[in-house]
């Protein structure tokens, strides 16, 4: 753990510490120097808790930081959620104090228990019943203060994908009873669009978090087919009944660009990458514009079915590298791999073994998920690509997601805090996405259309406070935080799901520590 609290105090902060005491107007003019100075401190140099592996290992590096201007001790990162704090014993660091006392909240009422630190200093603490103080009288006796201990716990498992049960809502628009949707990321907003098979319409905003949505009719090409909306870095594409391309600047206008696709797999930069299906009924790799050339369409690639397109950029690639994952290959057998584009040619890129279920109509995202080592007490983020939904070729849609921690080459199901809850539905044909939304300290402006608990994020992280050996000019008032969504999809029985779920890593709504 990293400790960043001065052990030495300096005069300076000890004139600050006192500034605040009931002793200031008889200190005016009696210092002359440090080690009189220290006579009159009141300063906490260093708070610990004492190593007890029976409650958590490496109890004692848990980082407390002090807090001079406010008097409040507390750990930023907090303990685990479930941590038994009812027996602490700590460790103080105290200049020469003639008094140091505990006082803490017994349970019953306003009755307290009071620990003298100096003569007790094994006595365990009680946390588990509110804040402890701590009450300093100097060495001289001319000074007093008092500190407030706040022990921060998880009230949520902090790593953990939460699906709020109650943080959905209905699709975006106006169309009662819709049978299907498309929804997709295209420049600084999402489009949602959504039929009822008699009529289209076209709900688009930059911000689902806030659920305000602008929504109208839009005229797509006859024969269209929905599901093949598809974004380049510049345009939006899609085919009809016909294999005929459509390209739209602003997801409403659609004009034929008088070339030819089967089936697009998705965006790669500026260029649609798809298939071509010849005369005589075979396919072959096709871009829009042509210029990309990915050779014959081997056996076991996927022609129909795939997720959605994701697509890295690394500093080890001269070129992004565009993948899907499922599919159902030209002989009508459902594949788990997933393959990659380079800008040249294709490739599979999942090894035998660790393919993921063998679905069509998945959805891919790019996330991450988090690990604390108890160790060290820091958490390590891992980029992590998520596989949900998609339907086997006997109907059924797989009851866990799938998860690749190496973009695809490896594939498990996703278990303990990243796994799927019982109450999130099995979809396929879905469209997943992730998006930023502003969180604020006090979370006055967090609130959206979205049917979800009042207190989701733990109340003790809205006090900002500035802590010793922060490099940060300002207190952290707001930061980005990434949402899952999911839009659409149909269940099992071929049902279309009118709902929009929302998902997020429980870590990423506390305030960032400083």
């Known amino acids: 753990m990293k400790r960043r609290f001065t052990i030495y105090p300096v005069l300076g902060l000890l004139l600050g510490a006192m500034a605040s005491s009931c002793a200031t107007d008889e200190l005016d003019g009696l210092i002359e120097n440090d080690q009189e100075a220290l006579e009159y401190s009141v300063m906490v140099n260093s708070f610990r808790l004492t190593a007890n592996d029976t409650i958590l290992a490496n109890l004692d590096s848990v980082f407390f930081a002090i807090d001079l201007n406010r008097a409040v001790i507390f750990n930023p990162d907090s303990l685990p959620k479930g941590t038994v704090i009812g027996k602490l014993p700590v460790t103080i660091d105290l200049p020469g104090v003639s008094e140091a006392t505990i006082t803490m909240p017994s349970g019953k009422g306003d009755e307290t228990t009071t620990v003298n630190y100096l003569e007790n200093k094994n006595d365990s603490i009680n946390f588990s019943k509110g ?4 009450h300093l009288k100097s060495y001289n006796g001319k000074v007093s203060r008092d500190y407030t201990i706040k ?39 999402v489009l949602c669009y959504t039929t009822n098979g008699a009529a289209t319409e076209l709900s688009r905003c930059e911000n689902p978090f806030a659920g305000v949505w602008q929504s109208a009719a839009v005229t797509l090409p006859s024969g269209a087919r929905l599901r093949s909306i598809t974004p380049t870095s510049d345009a939006l594409y899609l085919i009809d009944s016909d294999d005929n391309l459509y390209k739209s600047t602003d997801g409403t206008t659609w004009t034929a660009t008088g070339a030819q696709m089967h089936y697009i797999y998705g965006g790669y930069l500026q260029t649609l990458i798809g298939l071509e299906k010849a005369s005589d009924g075979t396919l072959r790799h096709v ?118 921690p190496d973009r695809g080459v490896h594939w498990t199901t996703s278990e303990g805090l990243m796994a799927k809850p019982d109450y999130l539905p099995g979809l396929y044909d879905l469209d997943g996405l992730v998006r930023d939304n502003t969180m604020y300290v006090d979370n006055s402006r967090a609130a959206g259309a979205w049917k979800e608990y009042t207190t989701v994020y733990p109340r003790w992280y809205y006090p900002v406070y500035t802590l010793d050996g922060s490099r940060a000019v300002t207190p952290i008032k707001e930061w980005e935080c990434p949402f899952v969504y999911l839009f659409g999809g149909h269940r099992a029985d071929g049902k279309f799901n009118d709902e929009v779920w929302r998902a997020v890593i429980n870590r990423l709504l506390f305030r960032p520590v400083q």
């Open 131 to 134: 804040e402890v103080k701590l």
């Open 151 to 189: 022990l921060n716990i998880h009230q949520l498992e902090p790593d953990s994908l939460a699906w709020d049960k109650m943080a959905v809502r209905s699709m975006p628009g106006t169309l009662s009873n819709p049978t299907g949707s498309r929804t997709v990321a295209f420049g600084d907003e």
């Open 287 to 404: 871009s829009y514009p042509a210029g990309l050339s990915a050779g014959a369409v081997d056996a076991s690639m996927p022609v129909e079915g795939t997720s959605n397109p994701v697509t890295y950029t690394t500093k080890w690639a001269e070129e992004p590298m565009m993948m899907v994952t499922g599919g159902r290959t030209a002989s009508g057998k459902n594949v788990g791999t997933t393959w990659a584009f380079d800008g040249g040619k294709w490739a599979c890129i999942t090894q035998e073994t660790y393919e993921m279920a063998e679905v069509t109509g998945a959805t891919l995202i790019p996330y991450f998920s988090y690990t604390t080592d108890y160790l060290t007490w820091q958490p390590t983020k891992y980029d992590m690509l998520f596989a949900i939904g998609g339907r086997k070729a006997d109907g059924t849609i797989p009851t866990k997601f799938y998860i690749s």
